[in-house]
């Protein structure tokens, strides 16, 4: 079974930051394209950030980029979200993931979900 826990999330003031987890098992990281996206109160989940296998170009959405960071560790099966300078509008449930069908982490192909964890800023 494959199984995916987020964590990390909490309640961070505006400039703030936090660093996101995803744990997995039954899955290896480095052959398929694993990200992150959030899912904002009355929002629809959206696409944060994408990583390709083996070497792939990193995606990031342009509402985070250069204040967020997506990396991962192949051998513990470990992805992870440095998020820096932290708004109100992050204020979401991120969830981790995996394509298994492209290396754009499209969401209809994102097979694998955690449940998610919950990042607070308040305006």
């Known amino acids: 079974q494959v199984q995916f826990v987020e964590s990390g999330g909490g309640l961070v003031q505006p400039g703030g930051s936090l660093r996101l987890s995803c744990a997995t098992s039954?899955?290896?990281?480095?052959?398929?394209?694993i990200g992150w996206f959030r899912q904002a109160p009355g929002k629809e989940r959206e696409r944060v950030s994408c990583?390709?296998?083996?070497?792939?170009?990193?995606i990031y959405s342009f509402s985070v980029k250069d204040r967020f960071t997506l990396y991962k560790n192949n051998t513990e099966n470990t992805w992870y979200l440095e998020m820096n300078n932290l708004k109100p509008e992050d204020t979401a449930v991120y969830y981790c993931?995996?394509?298994?069908?492209?290396?754009?982490?499209?969401?209809?192909?994102?097979?694998?979900w955690g449940k998610g964890t919950l990042v607070t800023v308040p305006s």
């Open positions: 993931g995996a394509d298994l069908y492209s290396s754009q982490c499209l969401s209809s192909g994102m097979a694998y």
């Open positions: 990583i390709g296998a083996r070497g792939g170009s990193i």
């Open positions: 039954g899955l290896a990281a480095d052959y398929y394209a």
